[in-house]
């Protein structure tokens, strides 16, 4: 798969207080949490960006809680893929496990407003304004599998058991 | 290499799938037991239902407890609990109830995990069963779902991080302020996707509870759990203690001598942001929460309780105490403590998570400054922005409660 679209830049350890603030998590309504999604760190988000664009971080993202409402919350705002330099480990377990696209590109210096080209299977991104490409850590083994899938559960809808190992 | 010993995650791990493994491997594993909180499990039962999930792998091995948001504080949240409820029944799963305390206390007060086990919890704290020498780690709801289907779960063989500390603790220097201090060490996500690993002579010292608030800020470090060294671990059962080979493989080694350490702090807003307490003592403080699966244990609340005997807290301030479990709060009314609180003017709420997540029982006005001994002080954790929050022992807090302001307990006398 490969998604082409406008990045949004945000900085360093953001966490999942952030990204969803624990007073909303209380309920299994989607389009509640992506209401609130970002909205103590950047109140103007959910106007600046459009459905299928590209959040792109620092180091550390997504930390703090275990809370899957984080990476959810993105997701139903309509977050195609994340790119970090390195994600907070329960919260990438969580995007992958949701279907959501994460790669880490450690030596990223994307800008906000760039557009990007990325090849998720591959672990590719190219930076179509400044031309630059960056490799990404890629993913495998079950994580794949898992992806490919479009997450955990239809994963497990369709084999039972993990499959691997 | 291929003469290396074993971390002590290698080993557990190993012993829950069906090879030996080493730290970079992607393996599937038996967990001995899994949980999930009221954040998390509904999210989790819908998952599970999603997966076409009938019956849980195992009942007894899997728990269901209500301790973030418990009592409900409105409907939203009580339909969510009711959900729970009737889930646990349905499946005959354990489901402790409201009262009964944060997740991770009761799972150890009831003995669900022991030493050498392999527990999966839908909460990101998890890794404190690390102080019982345990390979414990915090998933969120889906990979629960997983667990709860299969009763295996995929992980990634974590790389260890060895920290030795030694040296004899000064007075009111607790396992609270050796998480900060390696917060600031460390850094948050210092260790991400790692094993922490605590050995030395000061951890050896520690009581459970010590051991316990020190493995919980493992979390924060963005590590994938902390283990305690089972040397000097005393539990009301046997167990067979799991060490590392002396020759396994670290990806570091930091050793520190804990000799005359002061009292730590985190500043606002992230929990690495630690220095000594005194270089903020005399900020005016108005409300101090103690409570929090860090520091909410008997000897905590003992501690708070030594502090403010026979005293009252300063005019302004509120003090609120969750006792981390039925268990703890038991042991602390039948030993006077409680009562010692309520006299100085502490504000005792039931056992649960409480204010440390910010959706009920304590959220701070806007620019107030907070002391509180848990784990997390982002922006926003209690529930407004807006609000400044440090992190501190419960000795800390408790002096910084009586006095108005935040004070170092290193010239208290014991
Ligand atoms: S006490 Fe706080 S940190 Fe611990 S499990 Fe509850 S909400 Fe999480």
Redesign the pocket.
């Known amino acids: 798969m490969i998604i082409v679209a406008k990045a949004h830049v945000y900085g360093d350890n953001i966490d999942t207080d952030r990204i969803i603030p624990g007073k909303y998590t209380k309920t299994l309504d989607i389009s509640q949490l992506a209401q609130h999604v970002m909205e103590d760190l950047d109140p103007e988000f959910l106007q600046k960006f459009s459905p299928g664009e590209i959040l792109v971080a620092g180091k550390n993202f997504g930390c703090g809680?275990s809370r899957e409402q984080a990476p959810l919350a993105l997701k139903a705002a309509g977050v195609s893929c994340i790119i970090a330099k390195f994600f907070a480990r329960i919260f990438f377990r969580n995007a992958i496990n949701l279907g959501l696209p994460v790669l880490e590109a450690p030596e990223h210096d994307i800008q906000h407003g760039d557009r990007l080209s990325v090849d998720i299977e591959n672990g590719i991104v190219k930076n179509l304004t400044t031309g630059k490409v960056y490799a990404c850590t890629r993913l495998n083994g079950v994580m794949k599998h898992i992806l490919a899938e479009g997450g955990l559960v239809n994963y497990l809808k369709k084999y039972g058991d993990f499959v691997t190992d | 290499m291929a003469s290396a010993g074993y971390t002590i995650a290698e080993k557990i791990i190993s012993r829950h799938t069906n090879r030996i493994v080493r730290a970079g491997e992607l393996c599937v594993v038996k967990v001995d037991g899994c949980m999930a909180?009221d954040t998390t499990a509904p999210m989790a039962i819908k998952a599970f239902r999603e997966m076409g999930g009938l019956k849980v792998f195992d009942p007894a091995r899997f728990h269901l407890i209500i301790?973030?948001a418990a009592p409900a504080p409105n409907e939203k949240v009580a339909n969510l609990h009711q959900m729970m409820r009737n889930f646990a029944k349905e499946q005959g799963c354990n489901l402790f109830d409201i009262g009964s305390g944060?997740?991770?206390q009761v799972m150890v007060d009831h003995q669900k995990v022991k030493p050498g086990d392999l527990f999966i919890g839908a909460?990101?704290?998890t890794p404190t069963y690390g102080a019982l020498n345990t390979f414990a780690c915090g998933v969120g709801s889906t990979d629960l779902a997983a667990v709860m289907l299969t009763g295996k779960i995929w992980l990634k063989v974590p790389q260890s991080i060895k920290v030795i500390l030694n040296g004899k603790l000064s007075p009111y220097v607790s396992g609270k302020d050796l998480a900060l201090l390696l917060c600031k060490k460390l850094t948050t996500g210092g260790a991400t996707y790692m094993a922490v690993e605590y050995h030395g002579s000061a951890v050896a010292s520690l009581t459970l509870s010590q051991r316990m608030a020190l493995c919980n800020m493992s979390a924060e470090l963005g590590a994938k759990t902390g283990i305690v060294s089972p040397e000097g671990l005393v539990l009301p059962y046997d167990y067979t203690p799991i060490f590392p080979d002396s020759n396994a493989n670290y990806v570091q080694t930091i050793e520190l001598d804990v000799c005359g350490l002061k009292p730590q702090l985190a500043a606002p807003d992230s929990p690495d942001n630690v220095y000594d307490v005194r270089k903020f003592e005399g900020t005016p403080v108005t409300y101090a929460f103690i409570?929090?699966?860090?520091n909410s244990r008997l000897d905590d609340l003992q501690t708070a309780a030594k502090i403010l005997k026979g005293k009252h807290i300063a005019t302004g301030v509120r003090l609120v105490v969750a006792p981390a479990s039925r268990k703890v709060f038991l042991e602390a009314l039948a030993d006077g403590t409680i009562q010692t609180l309520i006299e100085a003017g502490a504000t005792v709420i039931n056992s649960g998570?409480g204010p440390?997540?910010g959706t009920h029982e304590g959220v701070p006005g806007d620019d107030e400054i907070v002391i509180s001994t848990?784990?997390?002080n982002f922006k926003g954790r209690m529930g407004n922005p807006r609000a400044k929050i440090f992190l501190a022992s419960p000795a800390t807090v408790a002096l910084s409660a009586l006095y108005g302001k935040i004070t170092s307990p290193e010239n208290e006398s014991v």
């Open positions: 809680s | 909180t301790d973030h944060i997740c991770h909460d990101s704290h409570g929090s699966c860090t998570c440390c997540v848990a784990n997390r």
